[in-house]
């Protein structure tokens, strides 16, 4: 089992819809977890960081489940500046070299 | 200069060049790291500086070399590299582990 995995998508959704996805992690012992954005061609950008009760920014809400060890994001309303691939990150460790990246999720969002 | 500069942004070197990337960050950050991201594939940890103390991805080839001279420089030293190494080389910094990473914008390698 992959150690973070995501779904790559394209996720393809009209502006103004909800859009959810998920991020599995293997290591019951992780601690920490993040969602980044990055847009093609630049680098990532830390969007939120996931709290074990969950938390929102705006139109963006991050769950964490650690009985199924996953962490989820929410997009409401979304803008085409959504548009952009979410990189699921998680933090095992003390130690800087225990903080696993998932590969991404592709979102477009349609006019 | 604010948050996380890289240079240089793009950079296409022969297999039996000698280069070198920088990466400079302004927010009194307490680590610094290297990343490699290649199509297709999550980003690879290369290299971490933190209060002092190198941790090492024992993966990383040796014609690769890092090098922190402070806590607010890094660079990374190529050599003989292969046309598998060509790919987007970030830097990144963070104040603690709990409060994520702040990346420059990138060097984007190819290797030719």
């Known amino acids: 089992r992959k150690e973070v995995e995501q779904d790559p998508g394209p996720f393809n959704v009209p502006e103004g819809a909800t859009v959810a996805f998920n991020c599995t992690y293997s290591?019951?012992?992780?601690?920490?977890f993040f969602w980044y954005r990055q847009d093609c061609r630049k680098e990532p950008k830390l969007l939120m960081s996931?709290?074990?009760s969950g938390n929102e920014d705006g139109r963006f809400t991050a769950q964490l489940n650690r009985a199924s060890q996953y962490i989820s994001l929410l997009i409401r309303d979304s803008k085409l500046s959504d548009s952009a691939t979410y990189l699921c990150?998680?933090?095992?460790?003390?130690?800087?070299?225990?903080?696993?990246f998932g590969k991404g999720t592709r979102l477009h969002i349609l006019p | 200069e604010t948050g996380v500069t890289q240079t240089p942004r793009h950079l296409v070197m022969g297999m039996t060049n000698k280069k070198s990337l920088k990466c400079e960050q302004h927010?009194?950050?307490?680590?610094m790291y290297w990343y490699k991201q290649s199509a297709k594939k999550p980003l690879e940890l290369m290299f971490v500086y933190s209060l002092e103390e190198r941790v090492e991805n024992n993966s990383v080839p040796s014609r690769f070399s890092p090098e922190c001279p402070n806590s607010s420089h890094l660079f990374l030293h190529l050599h003989t590299l292969q046309p598998e190494d060509s790919a987007l080389y970030l830097c990144?910094?963070?104040?603690?582990?709990?409060?994520?990473?702040?990346f420059g914008s990138g060097t984007r390698l190819t290797v030719v």
């Open positions: 990144a910094s963070s104040q603690d582990l709990g409060s994520g990473y702040t």
């Open positions: 990150v998680v933090n095992w460790g003390n130690r800087d070299d225990k903080i696993i």
């Open positions: 290591n019951s012992a992780s601690q920490s």
């Open positions: 996931v709290y074990s």
């Open positions: 927010l009194g950050h307490n680590a």
